[in-house]
């Protein structure tokens, strides 16, 4: 039999050469399984083991169906490999269903066994396999550092804590982050009584480590078979609150592993590279790689290239020719005096229509934390207006339906339907291919490009929960059960915009301009040089225009509404009107005319008095219940925290028909509303969104997902041909000089950790100072709430950017907003390794990391599914979602849907519309029910205060279930 090494030498097994070759390829690339429980940590330790072990790692779900049924299989696949780590995850160590193939490992053939390392629940389950005994702590340890000290066994050769220093004290330990409710009481035959009590040397199972709590408890963190090969950690070594120096346990296990394969002969198996690998790798296949792959398969550049088939109506369009090749023209000047934001806003836009606003509205709030070295107060630099937002191409999608997206032009029809590849892939390439060179476009954040927002239910669709689908009958045409048909992600290709910088005062006008390389057969549009001319003085009269429209308008007066509502541009289209009528599964939305407002303008205002709007808080009582079922699950191994919330809804009457001005002022509303907002409650990341179907206005202070190129000295550069090491195996692509200086960097920044500045029942002299801030924040129950999310954000950046690629530059900083104190982390992934932006753009990390982790809880898949029950399986829609853009550049920059409103177009109630905001907050083990409960209502108010002052009349009402 012949195999391939991975430098593609042909080898023939059994021959003396075959053997010392297999020995030094083994040598130099270790190759471990790790069977992954679902957990968010995963990636984090594959990265780990991946750099300090220069290790070659491999994932398999422990659910792997052919696995679990295939004796075979699994035998095989298990020869492939020097070792085996066993992962944590949620659940018990009892439950099959949590543990599935891991405990095949604990019973393999006594000859055969292959060295294996089991962490967190990845211990539990080998501690149960050989008759100890897990069972639930006193109290959950989710985030929480502890010291972890080895035992005398552990410091013993082959007890893998033997590298660790030895202190003053004689001993020897390091500072562990644990992420487990369940625990060890008793080990072999050994009886202990719980935590606290001593657990005696066993049998089997030899115990190596211990933490002690400050509660007197004892806790087994490490221990070693006697007999086999098996090992177990009970804390997390990949945590980034884990001390590096706790590294030395994991190459001391690798170093016991490859002893014993030695001692017993075990022959690690090349995998034959024509098989198609079980196990795959940690980092996700590239979008783009994907788009080529199958393009290639099909023999066409781009994916839209082959939808010509699909066309609706028989229209043959193709778009290709839709901006591939894009000039970016711009102009810029500065900031005209006495102007705002809004004020620009209503000039240039009109309050009416389909409009996208991102907006750093904390820029001007003044810095009340001077002197502070502590506190970062976070003003957002640029605001950015999508214009012509009517006119753009739009893409939407509906979760469930992801394999179908659909484009729409002006006017909202739709011209395209595709089913195939996913609405990632076909945005990557999208963008790719109108992709504009970084160095034209340094200037703006932003130069032109996709703008919009993705739901909280696109990202469970994508993470595999999806209870709120349908699953009987055509996966394509599902009838939808969720009760409507919005897109869960929406994208115009915005290219006309306006970017204002806060910081220079300078104002940039822009706009891309198709440009006439395409492939005339391809896109069967007649193109040459003068319609290329044509376009682009047509670009810059336009560019012209706006500049003296800002600049010449008198900034001082107050606009006449004439003119801020009534676009002079006859080809702009009209004004959205109000929509009246019902939702149809078969038909959709059905119009009912005669409830439409009657436009002849001649009728008498009504004078019946308008109904109240109703407000429905949540119930503090159900909510507190609800947090404990939380901690109930949390107690119960099944989270490590739960990101809870809960809705409020606003159902506002809809004005009578022939009363033309209070529908001027319905029309108006949702700006009102969101200058009122901005005004409130300025942050660094408010928007307002009046797109497709959906009005949002928010006040968020999160940051999500930013990615922009970070540019490098071009000696940093290795040019791939000098070294040797398995990193750079294959041929690098060739690097364009541009390629060469740049780093793509990924920033997340997740927010956990909230505490309001006014008085309240839990801090009654209320928190004024930032030091005391800090003070409140930086305690176990905060920390260990952020902590956790931090693990789960370098996860999932590290599932993209690949090992050691992802560093947290700042851990736990605590940012002044207007009503708030946050605590928040800065996470960043570089995007770089082989093929660079060519492969891996930011599109990925955001198609990767949703839904948000900060609104969610860990592990993310167990707690999400576990938040669905609690939230009575109400979808939070646009709330815990995310909105920004990703430009022709490759530059991207979202936002988490928080402190925000939105309003569906079919979200009607009789005769009333439904604005609905969301709030809630990480619950763990260290939360208390009154306190959680607090700290939502806390985050609601800054809306819920804001839709309170819009109106004279209302009735608040506490919510029934
Ligand atoms: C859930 C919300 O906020 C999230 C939860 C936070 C927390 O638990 O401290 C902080 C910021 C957000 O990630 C909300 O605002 O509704
Ligand atoms: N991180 C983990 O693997 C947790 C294991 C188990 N679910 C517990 O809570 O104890």
Not at 48 to 71: K, N, Q, S
Not at 279 to 287: K, M, Q, T, V
């Amino acid at each position: 039999m012949a195999e391939n090494t991975d430098d593609g030498e042909k080898m023939v097994n059994g021959s003396p050469d075959h053997w010392i070759r297999h020995q030094r390829s083994q040598r130099t690339t270790p190759k471990i399984l790790f069977l992954d429980a679902y957990d968010s940590f995963t990636n984090n330790i594959v990265s780990l083991l991946t750099i300090l072990l220069d290790a070659e790692v491999r994932i398999i779900e422990i659910d792997d169906e052919v696995l679990l049924r295939d004796d075979e299989a699994w035998t095989v696949e298990l020869k492939k490999y020097d070792a085996v780590v066993c992962g944590p995850g949620p659940g018990d160590p009892h439950f099959d269903r949590d543990v599935g193939l891991m405990q095949r490992v604990w019973k393999q053939n006594e000859d055969e066994t292959v060295p294996t390392l089991g962490i967190c629940l990845g211990f539990q389950s080998l501690v149960t396999e050989f008759g100890g005994r897990v069972e639930r702590l006193r109290r959950g340890l989710h985030g929480r550092v502890w010291r972890v000290d080895a035992a005398e066994e552990g410091r013993r050769a082959g007890g893998i804590f033997d590298r660790i220093q030895v202190d003053q004290h004689g001993k020897s330990g390091f500072q562990a982050t644990l992420y487990h409710s369940l625990g060890v009481v008793e080990v072999g035959n050994a009886k202990g009584s719980g935590d606290g009590a001593k657990i005696k040397n066993a049998n089997d199972l030899v115990p190596l480590a211990w933490a002690r709590g400050e509660e007197g408890e004892n806790i087994l963190m490490g221990v070693r078979h006697d007999r086999k090969p098996f090992w177990g950690l009970q804390y997390h070594p990949e945590s980034v609150c884990t001390d590096e120096s706790a590294h030395e346990v994991l190459r001391s296990w690798f170093g016991e592993a490859k002893k014993w394969n030695e001692k017993q002969g075990r022959l690690v198996q090349q995998s034959n590279p024509d098989e198609h690998p079980r196990a795959r790798r940690a980092i996700r296949p590239s979008l783009l790689g994907d788009v080529e792959r199958t393009a290639r398969l099909k023999g066409e550049r781009h994916l839209v290239g082959r939808s010509k088939e699909t066309m609706w109506g028989g229209t043959c369009m193709n778009l290709d020719g839709w901006g591939v090749g894009c000039k970016y023209k711009a102009a810029t000047f500065p900031f005209p005096r006495g102007a705002s934001v809004p004020e620009i806003f209503e000039l240039l836009n009109g309050v009416d229509r389909q409009a996208i606003l991102l907006d750093s509205s904390n820029n001007a709030i003044e810095d009340k934390s001077s002197g502070n070295p502590n506190l970062d107060v976070v003003r957002g630099r640029y605001s950015i207006l999508a214009l012509e937002v009517d006119k753009a191409l739009r893409i939407t999608c509906q979760a469930g339906r992801r394999e179908a997206w659909q484009i729409h032009s002006v006017s909202s029809n739709v011209i395209l339907e595709h089913y195939g590849e996913s609405v990632w892939q076909f945005l990557a390439d999208y963008q790719h291919s109108r992709r504009i060179p970084l160095e034209k476009v340094k200037h703006v954040p932003f130069a032109g490009g996709f703008m919009g927002y993705v739901t909280y239910e696109m990202g469970l669709h994508d993470i595999g929960v999806d209870d709120f689908l349908n699953k009987k009958g055509n996966s394509r045409w599902k009838e939808p059960e969720r009760g409507h048909l919005r897109p869960d992600l929406c994208f115009a290709w915005v290219d006309r915009s306006l970017v204002i910088d806060h910081d220079t005062g300078l104002v940039t006008v822009q706009c891309l301009v198709r440009e006439g390389e395409g492939d005339e057969k391809d896109t069967g549009i007649d193109e040459d040089e003068d319609t290329d001319m044509l376009w682009i003085f047509e670009a810059e009269e336009w560019l012209d225009g706006m500049r003296q429209k800002l600049q010449r308008h008198d900034w001082g007066q107050v606009l006449p509404l004439s003119e801020r509502e009534g676009n002079g541009d006859a080809r702009l289209p009209r004004p959205l009107p109000l929509v009246y009528g019902e939702l149809d599964w078969k038909e959709g939305f059905k119009r009912d005319m005669a409830k439409e407002p009657v436009s002849t303008g001649n009728t008498p205002r009504s004078t019946t008095p308008m109904p109240k709007t109703v407000i429905s808080t949540p119930d503090p009582k159900k909510y507190e219940e609800k947090v404990r079922k939380c901690q109930e699950y949390i107690a119960k191994g099944d989270s490590y925290e739960l990101c809870l919330t809960e809705e409020t809804k606003f159902v506002r009457p809809l004005p009578d028909r022939r009363d033309v001005g209070a529908i001027k002022r319905t029309e108006r509303f949702p700006w009102e509303l969101y200058k009122e907002l901005r005004r409130k409650q300025p942050a660094p990341f408010a928007s307002f969104m009046r797109f497709g179907d959906v009005t949002m206005v928010s006040a968020s202070p999160e940051r999500f997902l930013e990615y922009r190129p970070r540019y490098m000295p071009r000696k940093l550069i290795t040019n791939g041909h000098s070294s040797h090491t398995h990193h750079e195996k294959r041929p690098r692509k060739q690097l364009t000089e541009e390629d060469e200086n740049i780093d793509w960097v990924c920033t997340m920044r997740p927010m956990k950790g909230t505490v309001r500045k006014a008085p309240s029942a839990a801090y009654p002299k209320g928190v004024y100072a930032a030091e005391e801030a800090r003070n409140i924040l930086h305690t176990e129950k905060e920390i260990a709430e952020n902590l956790m999310i931090v693990d789960l954000v370098r996860h999932d950046l590290h599932g993209v950017c690949g090992a050691g690629k992802v560093t947290v530059p700042r851990l736990m900083g605590v940012e002044e907003y207007k009503s708030v104190w946050q605590m928040v982390t800065v996470v960043e992934g570089v995007l770089s390794g082989e093929g660079g932006l060519e492969h891996y753009t930011g599109l990925d990390v955001l198609a990767a990391s949703l839904p948000p982790g900060s609104m969610t809880g860990a592990p993310k898949k167990r707690s999400c599914e576990i938040l669905r029950e609690l939230e009575d399986r109400r979808e939070r829609s646009m709330y815990s979602g995310v909105v920004g853009y990703m430009d022709v550049a490759g530059r991207g920059d979202w936002s988490v849907n928080i402190r925000c409103l939105f309003r569906w177009d079919d979200d009607v109630d009789g005769n009333n519309e439904i604005w609905r905001a969301g709030a809630g907050g990480a619950v763990t083990g260290l939360s208390t029910a009154e306190g959680e409960t607090e700290e939502m209502f806390t985050k609601l108010a800054g809306t819920l205060g804001v839709m309170r002052g819009m109106y004279d009349e209302m009735e608040e009402i506490a919510r029934d279930g």
